[in-house]
């Protein structure tokens, strides 16, 4: 079926360890952004890349990095994992502008202890 | 930034029940705003899109409106089903951060057999 792939869905680090989450989609969409989504605080934009070759910070962007390998892949890296970082990440893809949905994967649930 | 904010945070109806959920934003200048439900441990699943130009959408016992000038969405579901428990995230798209969604907190509904 068409849409978002993430891997990995769980994962459990040690405070410092680093890890990447990755993700895919292939409606050949040129948007892809990444949220993460905390009790009581909503889902927050991380960083977005508007089209192949460019990324941009979100809302909350410190301790996390990206990398827009190609138009189907983003990926989602935290060089030093922080127990803050404990959430569930989503990644997801548009076309962008006016008349366009979103499409989400179904999520990783990262834990930082 | 768009802010979007959903009331109430909780419900809970009988089932059979007719029932409305409420989202403002901030921003009249705003392109899509769209519906989506998540259940419990899961990702984000669409339920409507409504584009700048358009008022309403409907799909089956699900309808939702658009009002611009007073920043306002409502989300209407009709004869409710024990099914339809989950959280209802509003989400409203303007230029800014790549067109990425700004999302409310979400209302969780719970209908009772």
């Known amino acids: 079926n068409a849409g978002v792939t993430q891997t990995p869905k769980f994962q459990v680090l040690k405070t410092g360890q680093s890890m990447t989450l990755q993700c895919a989609q292939d409606?050949?969409?040129?948007?892809m952004y990444w949220y993460r989504q905390d009790p009581g605080m909503g889902l927050r934009l991380i960083y977005y890349?508007?089209?192949?070759?460019?990324?941009d910070k979100g809302e909350v962007p410190n301790g996390y990095n990206v990398s827009r390998l190609n138009k189907r892949e983003f990926s989602l890296r935290l060089e030093s994992a922080a127990p803050s970082q404990t959430s569930v990440y989503f990644c997801?893809?548009?076309?962008?502008?006016?008349?366009?949905?979103?499409?989400f994967g179904s999520g990783t649930r990262l834990t930082v202890v | 930034k768009q802010e979007v904010t959903q009331i109430p945070a909780a419900l809970s109806v009988p089932e059979g029940e007719n029932l409305v959920l409420n989202c403002s934003f901030t921003?009249?200048?705003?392109?899509?705003l769209q519906w989506f439900r998540q259940d419990p441990g899961k990702g984000l699943t669409s339920l409507l899109l409504?584009?700048?130009?358009?008022r309403e959408q409907t799909s089956g016992r699900l309808n939702a409106s658009l009002d611009k000038s007073s920043g306002r969405s409502t989300l209407y579901i009709a004869a409710s089903q024990p099914g339809d428990s989950a959280t209802y995230l509003c989400?409203?798209?303007?230029?800014?951060?790549?067109?990425?969604?700004?999302f409310g907190k979400g209302t969780s509904l719970l209908v009772t057999p």
């Open positions: 997801a893809s548009s076309e962008a502008g006016d008349g366009y949905g979103y499409t």
């Open positions: 409606m050949n969409h040129n948007s």
């Open positions: 890349s508007a089209s192949e070759g460019t990324t």
């Open positions: 921003d009249s200048a705003i392109y899509n």
């Open positions: 409504i584009q700048s130009s358009q």
């Open positions: 989400a409203g798209q303007d230029s800014n951060s790549g067109y990425a969604l700004n």
